[in-house]
């Protein structure tokens, strides 16, 4: 099968020097790394919205598989390239990693300075990691996207769309897949609230699409 692909990255410049700093080496990166693909930006206003401004780049896109990046996460070139060979090959979402690797501060500034395609190898300095994430690097077809109706856009702030629309892309197309390995996330100052009230709104939402999850009737009533 032939297809294109359309990078979508949710991103609006909060005047944070190290999130703006992150997105202009991702952007680089994915100039020389693959200058085929096309790059489509998505905003929302403030407070942010993920969702909709993936929605919003999957709109301004042209490609028929979509590859949703974060402005801040990375996985090895042959990884993204994987991703979006199985995502063109059958339904449902695909996953570029098996592990979420949050770098510390420093050595994202080296990565920043150094060439575009690092190797980090297995134990790279961070502060956090994440086994099973489904967010960051996410290939699908722009007709599995647009069946399952975009990506959720009730979660306000941070939190939650990642897994919801992980849980509608399960229940309304196919069981997801994803790639063993690492994917990278250069540091930036956090915007998780635990304590805030859109934080805990986005967290009740997310426990709702989990029990609907693989349960279609229930999900088409939730998402209306």
């Known amino acids: ?24 080496w991702i952007r680089r990166r994915f100039g020389a790394l693959h200058p085929n693909w096309q790059i489509s930006v998505g905003e929302s206003e403030f407070p942010f ?3 909709v401004a993936i929605n919003d780049a999957a709109a301004k896109a042209t490609g028929n598989i979509f590859y949703i990046s974060d402005a801040d996460c990375f996985v090895l070139p042959e990884k993204a390239i994987a991703c979006v060979q199985m995502a063109s090959e059958a339904p449902g979402a695909v996953i570029a990693a098996t592990r979420w690797v949050a770098l510390e501060r420093a050595y994202s500034a080296q990565l920043r300075q150094g060439i575009l395609n690092p190797e980090p ?52 197309l196919a069981t997801g897949r994803r790639l063993e390995g690492d994917m990278y996330h250069l540091w930036h100052p956090s915007a998780r609230d635990a304590d805030s009230e ?17 349960k279609p009737d229930e999900m088409r009533a939730l998402v209306g």
């Open 1 to 24: 099968m032939t297809f294109s692909v359309s990078i979508l990255v949710p991103f609006k410049s909060q005047g944070q020097p190290d999130r703006d700093a992150n997105w202009d």
């Open 49 to 51: 919205n993920r969702g």
């Open 121 to 172: 190898g297995p134990h790279p300095p961070a502060w956090c990691e994440v086994v099973g994430t489904v967010s960051g690097c996410l290939a699908i077809s722009r007709e599995g996207f647009e069946t399952v109706g975009g990506f959720p856009t009730e979660f306000v702030d941070w939190g939650g769309e990642d897994c919801a629309f992980w849980y509608k892309t399960e229940t309304f």
């Open 198 to 214: 859109s934080f805990k709104r986005n967290m009740a939402r997310q426990e709702l699409y989990g029990q609907a999850n693989l």
